[in-house]
C-alpha cells in the first residue's frame, strides 16, 4: 500500500515537471516567434540624381559652351554618330536639341569601370526643368522637374538713391523692387519715391539644390513714403491670390498710377508749358516719362483702343484707350505698336500696347502720356479710382488673423543696423 502511494507521488511529480518544461520551452518559442516578428530590415539610403539612383556611377557636371552642340558633347563620351542621330531624332516630341543654350547646365552619369560607359545625359532647360536622356537600354527620353524649396526671408532699408539700389545695398534681389512696385502700383506713384522714404517686406525666396533661383510671392510689406504708411497683404480666396490693406480692401484699382516703370518725369502737366523744340509756351496736358526707346508702355486699364496713327501736330504715333463712359488716355510719340494694337482691339490692364519712342516733335525719346475725364484733359497725376473687390465677408474672419500674424513679424523685424547705414548714407551725401 504505502509502495503504491509513493509511485503515485512520483508520477504527480514527474508530470509537473514535463508540463513545467514543455510550457517553458512554449513561452521560449514564442518570444523568439515575437523576437523575428519585430525585427525590421533597414533599406541602405540611395544617393539620386534627377531621380537616378548614382550610389556607384561617375558624375561629370558642366555647363554648355559657346558653339557647341548635342553632338560635341556626346562625342566626349564615346558616343558614336549612329547613336547620337538617334537621339536628335528621338527627343523632337520632347525637346528640340536645337535649342541646346550656351551656358545652361548638363551633367554626364557613367559607369564606374574601365569602360566609363555613358548611362545618362541630363540638360538642364532652366533652374528647375531638365531633360534626361537614358541610354542604358534603348534610348529613352524624358522630362523632369527639380523640387523648389521656399523660404521665408525678410528685408527692410531706407531709399537713398533708388528703391532699385535700395535693394542692391540690402543685399537682395533687385528684382523685389519691380515686385513692391507691382503690389503698391495702385496706391503709391513709385516715380515720386523719394530720399528718406523706408520700408520693410516679408517675402518667399526660391531656391533649387540650395541655389537661390528667384522670388515667389511677396507675403506681406510696409513701404512709407512721404510720411505715411502704405501697407500690402497677400491674401488667397476663391483660389486666387490678391493683396489687400489693413481693412481688407483691395490694393487693386480701376488704374495703375503709371504706364512706365521705374523712369523720371520730364515734363508734367501744365497750360502753358515753354515747348522745347517750337520754343513757345502752350498748353501741356499730359506727363512726360522719359525712358530708353523700346521701353514697353502699358496700359493703365481695361479698354478699348480707339484710335491709333500719326499726330502731324507733334504726337508722332500715339494710340488712344477708352476705359468706360468717363475716361480716357493717349500715348504719344511711341517708337511702335505692340503685336495686335489697332482701332477696336481689347486691351487688359498693364498690357504692353506700345515702345517708347521720339516720333513727332521730341527732343529725346519719352512718353507723353494723357487722361481724358469726360472729353476733358485732367491731371495725371491726380487721377483717382475706386478700390476693386474687398476681401469676401465669409474670410474676414481668416484674413484678419493672417494680417494680425504678418503684422507683428513686421514689428518683430530687426532693421534698426540698417536702418542706421542706411541714415548714415544719407547724411554723408548730403554733406
Request: aromatic share 10%.
Amino acid at each position: 500500500m504505502l509502495r503504491k502511494k509513493l509511485v503515485e507521488i512520483f508520477v504527480l511529480i514527474l508530470s509537473a515537471f514535463i508540463i513545467i518544461i514543455i510550457s517553458n520551452s512554449f513561452d521560449k518559442n514564442e518570444y523568439q516567434k515575437d523576437k523575428i516578428e519585430i525585427v525590421e530590415l533597414v533599406e541602405p539610403e540611395h544617393v539620386l540624381e534627377y531621380g537616378i539612383i548614382v550610389d556607384s556611377l561617375i558624375i561629370i557636371k558642366d555647363k554648355v559652351k559657346r558653339n557647341q552642340f548635342l553632338s560635341d558633347i556626346l562625342l566626349k563620351y564615346n558616343v558614336d554618330y549612329v547613336i547620337i542621330d538617334k537621339i536628335a531624332r528621338a527627343s523632337k516630341p520632347v525637346f528640340d536639341v536645337r535649342k541646346i543654350r550656351r551656358g545652361n547646365n548638363y551633367s554626364v552619369i557613367c559607369s564606374n569601370d574601365s569602360l566609363n560607359s555613358l548611362l545618362y545625359f541630363i540638360y538642364e532647360k532652366s533652374p528647375t526643368k531638365y531633360i534626361v536622356y537614358d541610354l542604358t537600354d534603348s534610348v529613352n527620353i524624358y522630362s523632369g522637374e527639380k523640387k523648389i524649396e521656399i523660404r521665408i526671408e525678410n528685408t527692410s532699408g531706407i531709399i537713398v538713391s533708388s528703391f532699385w539700389n535700395a535693394m542692391l545695398d540690402n543685399n537682395c534681389d533687385p528684382n523685389l523692387a519691380n515686385e513692391l512696385s507691382e503690389v503698391f502700383a495702385w496706391t503709391i506713384d513709385f516715380f515720386g519715391i523719394q530720399k528718406g522714404d523706408n520700408y520693410k517686406a516679408i517675402y518667399e525666396a526660391l531656391y533649387v539644390d540650395d541655389k537661390y533661383i528667384g522670388l515667389g510671392n511677396v507675403l506681406t510689406a510696409k513701404i512709407n513714403h512721404s510720411g505715411e504708411d502704405h501697407l500690402g497683404f497677400y491674401f488667397i480666396q476663391d483660389s486666387v491670390g490678391d493683396y489687400f490693406d489693413e481693412d481688407a480692401n483691395s490694393l487693386m484699382r480701376t488704374f495703375l498710377k503709371a504706364p512706365l516703370r521705374f523712369k523720371r518725369i520730364s515734363s508734367g502737366y501744365s497750360h502753358s508749358r515753354l515747348h522745347p523744340i517750337l520754343k513757345i509756351r502752350r498748353p501741356h496736358h499730359g506727363v512726360d516719362y522719359a525712358a530708353p526707346t523700346g521701353t514697353p508702355v502699358h496700359t493703365i486699364g481695361d479698354g478699348v483702343v480707339v484710335s491709333r496713327g500719326y499726330q502731324k501736330r507733334g504726337g508722332g504715333n500715339y494710340l488712344k484707350i477708352k476705359h468706360n463712359g468717363t475716361y480716357t488716355t493717349s500715348y504719344m510719340h511711341l517708337s511702335k505698336y505692340a503685336k495686335g494694337m489697332k482701332k477696336g482691339t481689347r486691351v487688359k490692364q498693364g498690357d504692353v500696347i506700345g515702345y517708347v519712342g521720339k516720333t513727332g516733335l521730341a527732343t529725346g525719346p519719352h512718353l507723353d502720356f494723357r487722361v481724358y475725364r469726360n472729353s476733358k484733359a485732367i491731371n495725371p497725376l491726380k487721377l483717382r479710382s475706386p478700390p476693386a473687390k474687398p476681401v469676401d465677408s465669409v474670410n474676414l474672419a481668416e484674413y484678419k488673423i493672417i494680417k494680425d500674424s504678418l503684422i507683428q513679424e513686421l514689428n518683430n523685424m530687426n532693421s534698426d543696423d540698417q536702418l542706421v547705414k542706411d541714415e548714415e548714407k544719407i547724411i554723408q551725401e548730403d554733406a
